[in-house]
Every structure is written in structure tokens, then in C-alpha cells.
């Protein structure tokens, strides 16, 4: 330990003890004053918006902690099982409202600022979404660990602190444009930095093999290129039940500052050129990896989150047991996020194998009785595949390792089915061809116990095509969990005034367990419960009307009908399908074929990867239509379209409690599961979609009637991609 974080005297033990925090209004304005006055230094000539916001946060955020401290302590004392979840992506949002809301501060904290002259509503606006995911995947991450704290089931997230965001998009002349999305820019209250935890992470170098004072031959990763992985931690609070779990986000530090010689010669770009690389690596969510230093830093966002997360757990372990390794199996569980962070596989047998002098079988049965492997994609181009040689340049120790992996599983495959080499090379981990490959899909299915996909069909897709040759090898490992999100947040939080109208008639068990929702049924057909309903729509309506004005310039007419399709701009999520059906809404009123229509209003949101031209000339074409359709005379109020820019949680917050008609298109058999679609549905919107991802389950839950079903199921698909002939429909 670094002389800076020893002890150099026996603290006081009083100095541990967790001091009682007020949870009333007149505790929070002292907090408060305390942080606005004190900390943050301000006086009666400042206010701005941006301290106020902050001495908020750490208000809060002190009850946070203090309870995310006894968290700690009740899972240590109870040496409960322990579970990591390892993800590239967690879609946070903003976190003032959660915290109010999971510490039962909400009135409480309205209160206070209101006594204070201040709007709460409007301090969180001033709050940044946190740019730590972009889709789906990152949404279930941050779903799940907020699920888990409020079951209180001991569960640390792992992931980066991206200093960037994916991007802010914004929209000129109907094109995407990308600018750089620096959430940080004004600091983050919520986290606190651990620097006492650093880990130090290898790249580069080479292997030797040398034996060590016991005469066992061992082996040695050496002259590397070392990064330090630098942890912060946010706190995850359940509802209301004094649980804080934590997620640890790792920052990518330079293990010198710069070059002191370089320095002092002149040479100031080369004196800090190791820092500036060793820090990109958490510099920006999910970098381009279209050309081959974006793949190669990729690949070093993985390793670099798998290497520091688990030399974290590890030393946790060596710590609390010394270096007993076995009950480790019993006691620790890493749930792996998709193919990202399954070079975690690898490396935890480097580190049982050589920091740890563990022998092969017992690391393996570690690792293999401790990982499990979460697919999110039916898309065979989205597993992700490294070149052999990239990985030996930058990992030479992980790839000797997963040679060894590979080789011993394929003695495996070779005795369950003899002389069968096409399924051998199928299996295989390395994909062989022009250029090597590591199939990460292939090496997160052979290190892990469990292997689950995200939606029933999905699950059984994956069973039947992608990974039919794992699921005859091992059946058992295979199973469904369908993806979900937190009715907190998507319900409870973001959509009050629906919230008061079910807490008020079936109370308010439903935020915890969402199956007390049935208990509304007797009301569906109650005037007086359906009047209050429609009310409550209607002020949502009109909170998503004021936004698209706000940016969009255009007028949204809260009764009509709110269309609405947000999600990443992709060619399966069938983004263009909904566009020719604005074309033909706007063809009809046209030809004045307005008989029985209903007045509409459909919103268009999401971001197309920054490399997908595909998916950008769609933003173009939506934007293109809507300025047609918004400035012909002709149409009126009949149809309004607009495509809301720059999409993320905190839009999403405000769009679908006002949606009545939530669009869940995709290509039958390419969506894993989806989320928006849940989202949707629990804010009372009616489905238009496709038997696709968790669109079944949801229609078999919501009932029929509550979903408009169209086009082919996947069987359907699949037999008419044999003779599909688009030209032949003209």
C-alpha cells in the first residue's frame, strides 16, 4: 500500500461508525446550506445554478453512502455469496430523482427546496445524463443492479467511466450530426473516487517460462506496457428499504504523468504522449472501431475492465481469506454482459494460474463453476470476433491461455463426436480462414456455467441456430432470461401522475412487485377510474408536446393520437417501414381519403452509429418527410411528424408516459428482447408490432387485445428469405 493510504496511527473506532442522518425537511436545508455555503463556498453574490445542483447531490448523496457503508458490512457479516456483474454499458440516466425517490426523500426534498426559494423539478434539469451506455444492454444493466438492491441481494456492478459519452447528436438540414457528449465536463457529485484500490493493468510485452525457488515451471508476463485502472464508485440504492448497493467504474491512468527527461529537452508532445494513450482507453464510450486502432482500443476497453475488475475481487478475497482458493466457487459468481467482457474468462486463469499458483484443473474448475454468459444479438455479425495477431501483440499471456482453452475443449468435442471435423471447426474457439480469429461468443460459452438469452425466443433461437452445436454438447448450461426494466424508474418515477392513480387504487405494493399490476383489471371498464386515466394521459401529452416544440419548433396537439418509434436507428428495427407509412398517412390525406383517420402526431427518435450510412440516410429521409408533411397546408392537423434529436434516458422519461401507440416493428427473429417496448406498455401504451424479442411475452401478459399484431413470425421469415423478391411487389 502506498505510504499515502496507510494508517499511521490506530484511529479511534468511533471514527467508522456510521453518523445518523437526518431524513426530514429541516435536515436536508442544513445539509444543504452546509454544502452551498461551506464546501462549495458560495455566498449571497452567486447563484448559479450549477453549485445549487451540486450541494443538492452531495445532500443526498451523504445518505447514500452512509447507508451503501452498512450495506457493505451486512453482506460481510452475513458471508453471503457474492455476484459481479461485468458490463461495458450501464444506461444510469440522471441520478437526483432516482435517489429521492429509492430514499423515500421525494416530498421531503420539494419540500426543503421550495422553503429555500428553489424549484427541485428545475435542479434536476441540471443534471447531465450519465454517458456510461447507448442501448438496450446498458439499459437491462442498470435495471438489473437497481432490481437487485431493492431485493437486497448482494450484487457489485463492474464497468468504465467513460469520459465521453457515445455522442451528442443533433440535426441540420435533416442529417445526423455527431459532437462530443463530455458528461463530465462539470464533475460528477455522485461518485467518489478510490484511488487506494488502483490496479495496475499489462499490455504488450512477452512471455517467459522460468522455474520458480520450488523447481515448478511458471510463467512470466514481462515488459509491458502497464496502464492503472483507477476506481470510482457510484452508489445503487433499492427502494426504500435502507439497501446501497455500488457500482465501480474504472478510469484508465498513466502509470507516470509524463516524461521528465522529454520535458525538460523540449519535447512536450512526446512527454505526455504515454499519458494521453493510457488514458484514452476510458476516454469515449465504444469508440469507432471501423478502422484497426479503433478495434485495437476496443479490445483494450475489455481487457482493461476484466483484468481491474476482477484483481479488485481477487484481492478482496486474498484479503478476507489469505490465499484459500476453495470456496471461492461458492462464494463468487461473474455475470458476464454480452461478448464484451468475456476475455474476463482468460484472464481470471492468468490470475489463479500465475499470481495465484493455482493448477490448471483448479483454476479451470473456478472459472468454469463462476462465469456466466449473457448473449444479447441473433445477429452473427455483432459476435465479436479478434484477430489473432492483435490479441498476441497486446495480450500475448491471454492468447497462450485461450490456445490452451481451445485445445483442451476441442479434445472434448473430438470425443463426443469422432471424426466429425466440420463440427470441430465450427466449435472451435479460433476461427481459421485468411486471418485467425478468437471467437469471443465461442470462448464465453466454454468458460461459463450458464448461458442465457434475453427474450423466450430469443433463448430458443440461440438453441436452434447460433449455438446449436454448444446446446447438443451441453443442454444444460442453456436458459431464458427474458430482459427487463425497473418499474421504479420507468413508472413510479417518470410518470407521476399515473403513478398516484394506481398507488391510490391498489396501493402501492406494485413498485416492488410488479404483478400487483393485475389488480387493476376490475377497473378497466370503471368510468371513474378511466376518467381519471385518460387525465392523466393527457397532462403527459401535454409534457411531451411542450418538449418537441421546445426542440423541434413543431406544434403537437395533446389529443391526438402520439405515434411513437425511439430506439437505435437500425435496418432491422425497421425504422424505414414506419417512414413509408407516414408516406401513405400523407398520400391519404392528399387524395382526401380523410374518412374514419384520426388525427396523429408520430415522433421518430434514436442515434445511427456514427459508421452506419444505412442507418444516418434513414435520419435523412424521416427529416426530409416531416418537413414536407409539416409545411403542406393541406395536411393541417391531420399529421404532424417530427424526429426528436438526441434521444437518451432523460427524453425517454418524458416520452413514453405520453405515448398511445408504441411501434415494435423489427424484422421477426432480430430483436433479442428490447425494452422500450416494456417501457411503453407499463406507461399504458397500446403495441403495434411483430412477434420478435420479448413482444411475445409481453402480448401473452398484456393480453391480445392490447396489441395490434402484424407481419410473418420467424418461421414465416425464414422461409420467405428463400424466394424473397422485393422488385417483384412493385
Not at 436536508?28 to 445542483?53: E, P
Not at 457528449?181 to 461518485?191: A, M, S, T
Amino acid at each position: 500500500m502506498s505510504p499515502r493510504y496507510a494508517c499511521i496511527t490506530s484511529p479511534d473506532p468511533e471514527l467508522y461508525r456510521t453518523q445518523k442522518l437526518g431524513m426530514e425537511r429541516p435536515d436536508l436545508i442544513n445539509d444543504f446550506k452546509r454544502y452551498y455555503g461551506t464546501y462549495l463556498a458560495q455566498d449571497k453574490g452567486c447563484a448559479s445554478a450549477h453549485y445549487l445542483y451540486t450541494a443538492l447531490a452531495m445532500t443526498l448523496r451523504d445518505r447514500l453512502f452512509n447507508r451503501m457503508k452498512h450495506t457493505k458490512h451486512t453482506y460481510a457479516e452475513a458471508k453471503c455469496k457474492q455476484t459481479y456483474y461485468l458490463s461495458m454499458e450501464f444506461l444510469m440516466g440522471r441520478a437526483m430523482g432516482n435517489a429521492a425517490l429509492n430514499l423515500g426523500l421525494e416530498q421531503a426534498t420539494a419540500e426543503a427546496m421550495h422553503e429555500l426559494g428553489l424549484n427541485f423539478e428545475e435542479l434536476i434539469e441540471m443534471e447531465h445524463d450519465a454517458g456510461l451506455g447507448n442501448g438496450g444492454l446498458g439499459r437491462l444493466a442498470a435495471c438489473f443492479i437497481d432490481s437487485c438492491a431493492t431485493l437486497q441481494l448482494p450484487v457489485t456492478g463492474y464497468g468504465l467511466r467513460y469520459e465521453y459519452g457515445m455522442f451528442q447528436q443533433s440535426i441540420e438540414n435533416g442529417y445526423q450530426i455527431e459532437m462530443p457528449d463530455h458528461w463530465l465536463r462539470d464533475g460528477n457529485p455522485w461518485e467518489l473516487e478510490r484511488p487506494e484500490f488502483t490496479q495496475r493493468i499489462k499490455f504488450g510485452g512477452h512471455t517467459e517460462f522460468h522455474k520458480d525457488d520450488k523447481g515448478e515451471l511458471k510463467v512470466y508476463w514481462v515488459d509491458t506496457n502497464d496502464v492503472l485502472a483507477v476506481p470510482y464508485d457510484l452508489p445503487v440504492p433499492g427502494y426504500q428499504n435502507g439497501t446501497v448497493n455500488k457500482l465501480r467504474l474504472w478510469k484508465a491512468a498513466a502509470t507516470d504523468e509524463f516524461n521528465l527527461e522529454d520535458f525538460n529537452s523540449g519535447s512536450y508532445t512526446e512527454a505526455v504522449a504515454a499519458k494521453n494513450e493510457a488514458e484514452n482507453i476510458s476516454m469515449v464510450l465504444y469508440p469507432n472501431d471501423a478502422s484497426e486502432n479503433g478495434k485495437e482500443l476496443r479490445l483494450r476497453q475489455q481487457y482493461f475492465l476484466a483484468s481491474a475488475s476482477l484483481q479488485d475481487i481477487l484481492d478482496y478475497w486474498v484479503t478476507t481469506h489469505s490465499e484459500k482458493f476453495d470456496k471461492f466457487a461458492d462464494k463468487n459468481c461473474f455475470q458476464l454482459n454480452d461478448t464484451h467482457p468475456t476475455v474476463a474468462i482468460a484472464e481470471l486463469m492468468r490470475l489463479l494460474l500465475d499470481e495465484h499458483n493455482l493448477s490448471w484443473d483448479k483454476a479451470w474448475d473456478i472459472t468454469t463453476k463462476t462465469m456466466a454468459y449473457t448473449n444479447h444479438t441473433l445477429l452473427p455479425e455483432a459476435l465479436e470476433r479478434w484477430p489473432v495477431n492483435m490479441i498476441g501483440r497486446l495480450l500475448p499471456r491471454i492468447l497462450e491461455i485461450i490456445y490452451e482453452i481451445n485445445a483442451r475443449f476441442l479434445r472434448e468435442v473430438a470425443n463426443h463426436w469422432p471424426g466429425d471435423k466440420k463440427r470441430l471447426s465450427r466449435m472451435s474457439i479460433i476461427e481459421e480462414g485468411p486471418y485467425q480469429q478468437v471467437r469471443m461468443a465461442h470462448l464465453a460459452i466454454v468458460g461459463s456455467f450458464s448461458i442465457n438469452g434475453v427474450a423466450a425466443l430469443h433463448s430458443e433461437l440461440l438453441k436452434k441456430g447460433l449455438f446449436h452445436d454448444f446446446y447438443e454438447l451441453w443442454p444444460h448450461k442453456f436458459n431464458n432470461k427474458t430482459n427487463g426494466v425497473t418499474q421504479r424508474r420507468w413508472m413510479a418515477w417518470c410518470n407521476p401522475a399515473l403513478s398516484a392513480l394506481v398507488t391510490d387504487t391498489i396501493g402501492d405494493q406494485w413498485i416492488t412487485q410488479l404483478t400487483e399490476l393485475k389488480k387493476l383489471e376490475p377497473f378497466a371498464h370503471d368510468k371513474a377510474f378511466q376518467k381519471k386515466w385518460h387525465a392523466a394521459k393527457l397532462e403527459n401529452k401535454k409534457r411531451l408536446a411542450a418538449l418537441v416544440k421546445q426542440s423541434c419548433g413543431i406544434d403537437f396537439n395533446p389529443e391526438a393520437l402520439f405515434d411513437i418509434q425511439v430506439k437505435r436507428i437500425h435496418e432491422y428495427k425497421r425504422q424505414l417501414l414506419n417512414v413509408l407509412h407516414v408516406i401513405h398517412l400523407y398520400d391519404r390525406i392528399k387524395r382526401g381519403d380523410t374518412q374514419d383517420m384520426t388525427q396523429r402526431c408520430m415522433l421518430f427518435g434514436g442515434k445511427a452509429a456514427p459508421g452506419y450510412i444505412m442507418a444516418k440516410q434513414i435520419v435523412k429521409l424521416i427529416n426530409n418527410v416531416a418537413n414536407v408533411v409539416n409545411n403542406d397546408p393541406d395536411v393541417g392537423d391531420w399529421l404532424k411528424v417530427v424526429f426528436l434529436p438526441n434521444y437518451q434516458v432523460s427524453a425517454m422519461e418524458v416520452i413514453c408516459p405520453a405515448a398511445d401507440l408504441s411501434e415494435q416493428i423489427s424484422t421477426a427473429g432480430k430483436e433479442a428482447s428490447g425494452t422500450g417496448n416494456m417501457k411503453f406498455m407499463m406507461n399504458g401504451a397500446v403495441t403495434i408490432g411483430t412477434l420478435d424479442g420479448a413482444n411475445i411475452e409481453i402480448r401473452e401478459e398484456a393480453g391480445a387485445d392490447n396489441f395490434f399484431l402484424f407481419g410473418l413470425t420467424e418461421d414465416e421469415m425464414a422461409d420467405a428469405r428463400a424466394g424473397y423478391n422485393p422488385r417483384y411487389l412493385i
